[in-house]
Structures are given as structure tokens and as C-alpha cells.
């Protein structure tokens, strides 16, 4: 008995597809809104693959652009809904699905918004993967996190510098602000290098892979947003230790030390060394006080 043979995937748009669909509705990708259309096939497979996309999920698109990303999230996912800023690329992208996906068409959602702003979706995603502009990527992978607490785990896609400063534990020098923030929803880690050469314009840079998967915030009677202004202060001046750093925050110095003593943190210790749970401390000293 001959084995069956396995049904072709389904096609991916190359370099000619992406350059004759930006000529026929005359775009060019541009700087300012961070446009880099993937040209590659095996790239947008091997994204999706290490997404871990489920049959049962919605996948939320975060600027899909031409719709590289979006044909193959399609493939895995039940639903895909893509947020595009672009109204020309908006307007373009029901249509690439129509031809490219037609049995998927009703399983696609496009929503024309600034990612920065939408709080709201018409169906709600439990996945996040896209490819994300570099200059608002940290500001988008966490404003998505905050306002969709169904997201579960995702995959982005962002310059790779950004990647190594979402994924950066304690103690690294990468290990910053976006570092912390991103820690107070998900476990994050590199997942990958992405290089140039898949990319139309091609970046100067390569690209990085970053996976999350979500995870509840630290056990703290302190609010994200109090929190949060602990972490911004101690990397404000990043050579300070952490006393003369949350000075400013906290009224005085001498504040400072009596937050941070009660949250167990060395008042001599930089704002690098310490994770997430214990910014959460010493903002619920603060909110403790006498």
C-alpha cells in the first residue's frame, strides 16, 4: 500500500508577490511607520512555527503590512485579527486574503488603528505574533499585554537590540526598563536571529525573535502604575544605587533607605540587580509607610 502523499503547503508570498502588490497600490515602504515587509516564505513559517499557533486560536496581528505573516498565521490559527495603521495597506489587505486565503476569509478580522490606542477587538486573541515597527515596539508589546489579558503567550518580532532588552534577566547589561515592565505580565526569551536579506527594504540591523508566555504579577498590594514609577525612577540615572536614585520618588534619601530596607533590597544596589517582584516591594513600602 503506497503511503499517501502530503498535501503542498500552501503558497507564501516571495520578493516579485511583495513588490508587484506595494507597485499596484503604490507603496513604498516608509521609515517613519517602520515598514519592512518579510520576502521570505521559510522565514514566516519558521515565525509561525515557533510561535506554537494552535488550530483553536485567535491570533492577534499587530501590522501586517502586505499580508506576509498574516497568509501563514491564517494556515495555523481558527482566527487571525491584524491591526494596520496604514489606511492604503488597510484597505489592500481584505482583499490579498480573499485571493491568496479564500476558504480563510471569514476567519479574518482587520481593524484600521494605531495599535498604541486600540483597547477593544472584535473577537479576542489569545496569541500575539507580528513583526513589529522598531521605534514603538516596546510601547505596543506592552500596551497589548495591559489591555488584553486573554494574550497567553506570543511571539514578536523586533530589532534585535529591543529583543535582548524584553528577554534580559537581572544583572545583564541589556537588562533595563522594558526588561522589568515586560516581567511584571510574562516570562520572556530570545527565540531567535532574523537576518536582513528576508526583508524588503532590507534593515540595517538584524531582527530578533522574542517569545512570552503570560504570567501573573507579583503577589503585591501595590498597583501596576506604582509600581511601575519605582522602576522608572531607578533606571532614570542609572549609575546611582538605588537610594539616591528613588530619592525623588519617595520625598528624601533617608525615605528612600526605609523603603528599600523594608522591602529586603540593598540600598546600595543599582536598579539592574533586582527583578520585578522586589520593584513591587518597594513600591508597597512606600504605600506602607507609617
Known amino acids: 500500500m503506497t503511503e499517501p502523499i502530503p498535501a503542498a503547503p500552501a503558497p507564501l508570498f516571495g520578493a516579485s508577490d511583495i513588490r508587484r502588490m506595494a507597485a499596484e497600490i503604490g507603496v ?66 481584505p482583499e490579498t486574503v480573499k485571493e491568496w486565503r479564500p476558504a480563510a476569509a471569514s476567519a479574518f478580522h482587520l481593524v484600521h488603528a494605531d495599535a498604541m490606542k486600540v483597547t477593544e477587538l472584535p473577537v479576542e486573541p489569545t496569541a500575539l505574533v507580528a513583526n513589529l515597527p522598531y521605534n514603538v515596539a516596546v510601547p505596543v508589546v506592552l500596551h497589548l499585554l495591559q489591555h488584553f489579558p486573554g494574550l497567553q503567550h506570543g511571539l514578536v518580532m523586533v530589532q534585535d537590540e529591543v529583543a535582548d532588552r524584553l528577554a534580559a534577566g537581572p544583572g545583564s547589561k541589556t537588562y533595563g526598563v522594558p526588561s522589568v515592565k515586560a516581567a511584571w505580565y510574562s516570562q520572556m526569551r530570545k527565540a531567535g536571529v532574523i537576518g536582513m536579506n528576508v526583508f524588503w527594504p532590507a534593515p540595517k540591523i538584524h531582527s530578533g525573535l522574542v517569545s512570552f508566555t503570560r504570567r501573573e504579577p507579583p503577589a503585591t498590594t501595590a498597583t501596576r502604575e506604582q509600581v511601575f514609577a519605582v522602576v522608572d525612577a531607578a533606571f532614570a540615572q542609572r549609575r546611582k544605587t538605588l537610594r539616591a536614585a528613588l530619592a525623588g520618588w519617595a520625598g528624601g534619601a533617608p525615605e528612600a533607605e526605609r523603603c528599600l530596607v523594608a522591602a529586603g533590597v540593598d540600598p546600595t544596589a543599582r536598579g539592574e540587580v533586582i527583578d520585578i517582584a522586589a520593584f513591587a516591594r518597594i513600591a508597597e513600602a512606600r504605600e506602607n509607610r507609617p
Do not use: Y
Open 28 to 93: 513604498r515602504p516608509t521609515k517613519t511607520l517602520g515598514q519592512n515587509f518579510v520576502i521570505d516564505g521559510n522565514t514566516i513559517r519558521r515565525i509561525v512555527a515557533a510561535a506554537d499557533v494552535q488550530p483553536d486560536e485567535t491570533v492577534l496581528e499587530v501590522g501586517p503590512g502586505l499580508g506576509s505573516l498574516t497568509l501563514g498565521l491564517l494556515d495555523a490559527a481558527a482566527e487571525v485579527v491584524a491591526v494596520e495603521i496604514d489606511p492604503v495597506l488597510a484597505a489592500k489587505l
